[in-house]
């Protein structure tokens, strides 16, 4: 009898190594389809097989999956998003090519063009921000003028926050403009902008599987005009009219835009006249939002994940309640990072489940204003949330990083 086979197309420096636990937890040996698996440091650490493949091309892709039916018996395909929805797109169409359970490609790819889900969530009559497509700096103008400054511009294509400013001013909106337009990002097919109604209110964060919610967090974000993520928590605190609000108006944007199967994460904000949709994205959110899932609730979401890919039944009902705060760390400069001292005096401290940093000292750290700016994060978890604050900002102290700025002689210290 052949071994079964999860397959997973690249991999994520937060959860990649969790999937791959996870895959072994449930008798499967995976498998890392990836453009450069030395990317992901956590294949030689889990000994876990990796395949060298360009990734982007879903022939080559099929290639070496028809290859490994030849030892193994593949029982699902995933995979992770690098800057863009692309990969998530190829792993529907191989699902459907080997017949097993996944996300559909094209509600995939339509989901992944920001402006055509807006329409779709519009005509559907969902509440968004007011919004315009532009593909030059005069339509750019025009759909500021439009809408009104400050606007959000952004491109339509796109995650992790790249390319996304809050313009504020004539000044503001034609350097970002020129930027994104003078932007070249392989596999793009075209520069197309979103311009964008700026709407503020509290952040919450959806995340479900199949047509249900399995929770609901808030986050804030570092200072604009970026939208870098600053801290996350689990589960948000709602009222109960607030809750089944947020969670009728998310899955309703499933159905709106046929994403029924597997994981999902719908993001907005709370506004003066309620709850609008921000985004949706057609897979589980990436950095700790897993891990707070799992302290907060009991749930493992990337379990429940697998379990979906591989056909099985997915069983995830709250089995605690406990607030979980994740932390990010990002320097406020560009430069070299000095050290890092006091992580494992941090992590022995009660309620801290994680504290991570994703580089080592020595490295050379230039911001782009978006979640790439992230270099570390910790996590704290607790019955409820003073506590768990109150326990993360203890141990942020206890944290001794320093970068040395590119144009100062002397260490900036964060």
Known sequence: MKRKALILVEGSRNNGQLYVQAAQRQGLHPITLATDPTDYHYIIAESSEAIAVDTEDFHA????????????????????????????????????????????????????????????????????????RATSATSVNMAATDIGLPVIVKPAMGNGSSGVRLCRDAGELAEHTAHLLGETIPRRSSQTILVEEFAEGPFYDVVTMGNEVVAVGSGYFGPPPHFVPYQSIFPAQLTEEQYDHISDISLRCLQVLGLGWGP???????????????????????????????????????????????????????????????????????????????????????????????????????????????????????????????????????????????????????
């Not at 559909?104 to 807006?118: G, L, M, N, T």
């Open 61 to 132: 892709m099929l290639h070496e999956c028809l290859k490994l039916t030849a030892t193994y018996d593949i029982a699902g395909i995933t995979g992770f998003t690098t800057r863009g929805e692309s990969i998530y797109v190829t792993v529907g169409k191989l699902c459907q090519h080997f017949n097993l359970p996944g996300p559909d490609p094209e509600c995939v790819e339509r989901c992944s063009d920001k402006y055509a889900q807006r329409q779709l969530l519009m005509q559907s009559g969902l509440p968004v921000p007011g919004f315009r």
């Open 264 to 414: 999902a994460n719908i993001e907005l904000l709370w506004t003066k006249s309620g709850p609008v949709i921000m985004e949706v994205n057609p897979r589980l959110p990436g950095w700790t939002t897993p891990r707070l899932i799992q302290l907060a609730h009991g749930v493992d979401i990337i379990e429940q994940h697998i379990k979906c890919v591989i056909g099985e039944e997915c069983d995830h009902p709250i089995r605690q309640s406990r607030a979980s705060v994740a932390q990010f760390l990002a320097p406020d400069c560009d430069g070299t990072l000095a050290h890092i001292r006091g992580i494992d005096l941090a992590a022995a401290v009660p309620g801290i489940a994680e504290v991570a940093f994703y580089v080592e000292p020595g490295v050379s750290l230039v911001r782009r204003g978006d979640c790439s700016d992230i270099i570390g994060h910790i996590i704290a978890s607790s019955a409820d949330l003073t506590r768990a604050e109150a326990i993360l900002r203890r141990t942020i102290d206890l944290i001794d990083w320093e970068v040395t700025p590119v144009d100062k002689g002397k260490q900036l210290g964060t």
